[in-house]
């Protein structure tokens, strides 16, 4: 999808408002979980013209009402809040509904939202099971509605320079790529009070035993951290094409070497064969030490071809590199955020790229177009990371993904 045309449709639509007078088209909006995480990205949402919040809905005590106040008092809107998705899915009047609740459970607010024809973006990882996978797949295929995974490490701007790099053939045939997402907190958010619905942050195993909380999704979800590989499929696959054909994978123990309280495997590591004969070598941990790269992060990617190879930097004392079969190594300068970009999309958080998300998702509704991260580009970086899990409990044995476009 070309980004200076939506830039240049906005921009039109804002000319059109200024000199005829004329209300630009709005996108109604519902916000389904409104944590900390959909709170930041209200604010970076809200700098989008076509934006328009209806209703904010939450399970945790007084935090959709609260929201909802401070967001209407700072934008002068009129959002509404509401308890439970059924509740705001019956009163509320919307086109579109944002999803940032756990996000395994999500599949089936998703595709209830769907059937009643309202556009769904979730965000990572789409889905817990194959099963899910194809009951988001179905959904779209049944109501002709827009579903868009909200997955934006994709784009970051060395990632967009190495899509050109590979649309050029700069690169050559592109035979081999790494991915690798290790996170590490001394304390995550691993727990839901039960009776407030908040999320603890467990100091100590006699927390995690507590009758007064259950397990969080980000507790489920590490227990086995192959899970969380969309943001590393994501953008690999937009750079090689093609889909994840097979997995196999191994991990390190249940039970953190250095979370001694948590039974979580500190790494699981991948292989994946692609349908474009490229390697996928991709990592996951989140329960052990390990330190943050420059521009990055939490993340480190790599991309070999016959031309060309690209990696990013491999600690904060490091830089992107870029090496020529014909020049050599070289130092580059892409970094996260594209400063050809306004203000307002490079300061978006995560490196500048939280904003395009929305602004794909609301082109595709307006102008009837495919968004970049459809439902299936959704679910073949979720399956593969489920399959993945799987084979590391059986060993390690090859599984075949399944083909979820025919």
């Known amino acids: 999808m070309n980004h200076e045309k939506v830039k240049n449709f ?3 639509q804002k000319i059109t408002q200024k000199t005829w007078g004329v209300d630009m088209k709005k996108v109604r909006i519902g916000y389904l979980g409104v944590g900390p995480r959909a709170q930041g990205l209200m604010e970076c949402y809200s700098f989008h013209e076509q934006v328009q919040f ?8 007084g935090r959709a009402e609260s929201v909802a106040a401070e967001y209407n008092k700072k934008h002068g809107a009129s959002v509404k809040a509401y308890t439970s998705y059924e509740a705001m899915m019956k009163e ?29 973006m979730t965000d990572v990882p789409a889905a817990f099971t194959i099963d899910q996978c194809y009951k988001l797949v179905n959904a779209v295929r049944k109501n ?46 691993l727990l839901r009070d039960k009776k407030t619905n908040y999320v603890v942050y467990p100091k100590s195993k006699e927390d995690l035993d507590d009758p007064r909380y259950i397990k969080s999704w980000r507790y489920r979800t590490f227990l086995e951290p192959i899970y969380y590989l969309p943001h590393e499929l994501s ?15 191994i991990g390190t123990k249940r039970g953190s070497y250095t979370e001694t309280s948590y039974d979580a495997c500190d790494l699981q590591s991948a292989v994946m064969y692609n349908t474009n004969d490229t390697i996928f ?21 790599q991309i070999k071809g016959t031309k060309a190879c690209a990696e990013t930097a491999r600690s904060t004392l490091d830089t992107m590199k870029l090496y020529r079969a014909d020049t050599g190594w070289e130092m580059a300068d892409w970094g996260t955020v594209d400063y050809s970009e306004p203000e307002y999309i490079r300061n978006s958080s995560h490196g500048g ?29 979720a399956a593969p990371a489920i ?5 590391a409990r059986q060993g390690g044995v090859l599984l075949d993904v399944p083909d979820f476009r025919i």
């Open 235 to 249: 953008p690999l696959l937009s750079i090689t094409g093609g889909r994840i054909s097979k997995v196999s994978c």
């Open 387 to 391: 399959l993945a899990a799987q084979s």
């Open 92 to 120: 509320a009047k919307m086109d579109a509904l944002l999803i940032a609740m756990d996000p395994d459970v999500q599949v089936d607010y998703a595709v209830d939202a769907m059937d009643k024809g309202v556009h769904v």
């Open 144 to 189: 002709g509605v827009k579903y868009q995974l909200g997955e934006q490490n994709r784009y970051c701007n060395f990632f967009k320079q190495w899509r050109k790099m590979a649309e050029n053939d700069e690169f050559g045939k592109i035979y081999y790529v790494e991915g690798e997402y290790t996170h590490y907190m001394p304390v995550w958010d």
């Open 54 to 61: 209806v209703a904010f809905a939450d399970i945790a005590a």
């Open 281 to 301: 070598a991709l990592r996951a941990g989140f329960a052990s030490p390990t330190g943050d790269r420059r521009d990055t992060g939490s993340h480190w990617y």
């Open 10 to 12: 906005i921009f039109q």
């Open 353 to 381: 790229t939280d904003y395009y998300p929305i602004m794909y998702f609301i082109d595709a509704i307006l102008n009837d177009k495919q968004p970049p991260m459809d439902v299936y580009k959704a679910v073949e970086t």
